[in-house]
């Protein structure tokens, strides 16, 4: 149709325009980019979980919502963390124990404890031998250590049988000396047997 404007004259005019206003296609978009726009700017953990599984984040960065940790490696260094701890204080324990063992105030201290250590190797003392021949014996089975055997088995032997009770100074010393030499030897020759194998496993002479 045709409409008549003063000083313009007869201009066509569509009276039933044939698609929606443009104004009405951009109110649906600017809804859309508001929002997208508020999404952005909200913590993922406010985010629906609809929004947050598209891993979309602000400007169009994937950001990661849920940031899986490496639990398998985690489990694994605790493990090996724990498995060290065991190992360390059973070394401690172990050389503790020798310590201890190593400490002793008199000749039958040191006597007592070297057979003791024998027959957990598996050379321990025999009911009929002397303690000079058990003496003997041990030196024989264990190469090398043959003085320290027979400074502890005379100490063991003038404190018993002797009028001397008590060991002097010097003669406590040679036997502290004998005995810390000796007691390690003693320990290590044990280890060697299959029941006392672990402890070989955590243990070595310092």
């Given at each position: 149709?045709?409409?008549?404007?003063?000083?313009?004259?007869?201009?066509?005019?569509?009276?039933?325009?044939?698609?929606?206003?443009?104004?009405?296609?951009?109110a649906?978009?600017d809804?859309?980019?508001?929002?997208?726009?508020?999404?952005?700017?909200?913590?993922?953990?406010?985010?629906?979980?609809?929004?947050?599984?598209?891993?979309?984040?602000i400007d169009?960065?994937?950001s990661?919502?849920?940031?899986?940790?490496?639990?398998?490696?985690?489990?694994?260094?605790?493990?090996?963390?724990?498995?060290?701890?065991?190992?360390?204080?059973?070394?401690e324990?172990?050389?503790?124990?020798?310590?201890?063992?190593e400490?002793?105030?008199?000749?039958?201290?040191?006597?007592?404890?070297?057979?003791?250590?024998?027959?957990?190797?598996?050379?321990?003392?025999?009911?009929?031998?002397?303690?000079?021949?058990?003496?003997?014996?041990?030196?024989?089975?264990?190469?090398?250590?043959?003085?320290?055997?027979?400074?502890?088995t005379?100490?063991y032997?003038?404190?018993?049988?002797?009028r001397?009770?008590?060991?002097?100074?010097?003669?406590?010393?040679?036997?502290?000396?004998?005995?810390v030499?000796?007691?390690?030897?003693?320990?290590?020759?044990?280890?060697?047997?299959?029941?006392?194998?672990?402890?070989?496993?955590f243990?070595?002479?310092?």
């Amino acid at each position: 149709m045709e409409v008549y404007f003063p000083t313009y004259g007869w201009i066509e005019f569509e009276a039933t325009p044939a698609a929606a206003t443009p104004a009405a296609n951009t109110a649906g978009t600017d809804d859309i980019n508001l929002s997208s726009s508020a999404s952005n700017e909200l913590p993922y953990w406010m985010l629906d979980d609809q929004y947050a599984a598209s891993g979309a984040g602000i400007d169009g960065i994937p950001s990661a919502v849920s940031p899986k940790l490496p639990w398998p490696y985690i489990y694994s260094l605790g493990f090996i963390c724990l498995l060290a701890l065991g190992v360390y204080v059973t070394r401690e324990s172990l050389n503790r124990w020798v310590s201890r063992l190593e400490q002793v105030r008199t000749a039958h201290d040191a006597y007592d404890r070297m057979c003791y250590l024998a027959d957990r190797g598996n050379a321990g003392r025999f009911e009929h031998e002397t303690p000079a021949e058990f003496g003997r014996r041990l030196a024989g089975n264990m190469p090398g250590l043959a003085e320290p055997i027979d400074d502890i088995t005379s100490a063991y032997v003038a404190a018993r049988y002797g009028r001397q009770e008590t060991l002097d100074g010097s003669e406590m010393i040679v036997l502290q000396k004998a005995w810390v030499w000796l007691c390690p030897n003693l320990v290590k020759n044990m280890t060697r047997q299959s029941r006392w194998s672990v402890i070989r496993l955590f243990w070595s002479p310092r």
